[in-house]
């Protein structure tokens, strides 16, 4: 495991982003069975663009995801002081040298396991509450996340003011680890050839 220490959307960070699959996005690699995602082809295509041009793609925000944003604080404050512990900012995880893909971790605690926090609305935060276990859509973030740091815990955490914050413990899901690795493999080789073939053309 490689931590690049640097703050989070600093110039550091997007540049070492750039071109690279983040956990975050490993939903359009994979599906949650492990299967190629229909939105892969098109994520290739945008980080061979930021592979190139060293400029990341910006995504769609409004109002209530830049809230969002500037509520992490707030949330990280929060899961310490109910954990009693410490979150550790860094910047950029890589799993070893290669540098094929990472992921930008909400926090760590003691470098052992990971924390991964969301802002929803509070409808969103009361199905949440009630359904008590990690939503499908951060699945491949979470499971990716474990898989990049070789961690064996990444604590999920949805936090809306006014009710009750769900933290939940996601445990390492083997089978689907080994299916997400073989298509990230797949997908970075191809990823590999979009470049160079762009290379040439320029």
């Not at 190629?36 to 793609?57: D, F, N």
Request: hydrophobic residues 35%.
């Amino acid at each position: 495991m490689i931590i690049i220490e640097c703050d989070q959307r600093s110039e550091q960070w997007f540049s070492e982003k750039a071109g690279v699959p983040g956990s975050s996005s490993f939903d359009k690699i994979a599906t949650t069975k492990g299967e190629p995602s229909k939105q892969r082809t098109g994520y290739m295509h945008q980080l061979a663009a930021e592979a190139i041009t060293g400029r990341i793609e910006q995504g769609y925000t409004n109002a209530f995801m830049e809230e969002g944003t500037a509520r992490e604080d707030e949330s990280r404050g929060l899961y310490e002081l109910i954990k009693g512990v410490t979150v550790e900012q860094v910047g950029f995880i890589y799993p070893d040298e290669e540098k094929k893909y990472g992921c930008s971790p909400d926090g760590l605690i003691n470098r052992e396991r990971g924390l991964e926090m969301k802002n929803p609305l509070p409808k969103t935060q009361v199905a949440y509450l009630l359904k008590n276990e990690l939503p499908t859509d951060y699945f491949q973030q979470v499971q990716g996340s474990l898989f990049i740091t070789g961690f064996e815990r990444w604590d999920f955490m949805s936090y809306s003011p006014g009710l009750p914050p769900l933290i939940i413990p996601v445990y390492r899901d083997e089978p689907f680890i080994k299916k997400l690795k073989e298509e990230l493999d797949r997908f970075c080789f191809e990823l590999a050839g979009v470049i160079k073939k762009l290379k040439e053309l320029g």
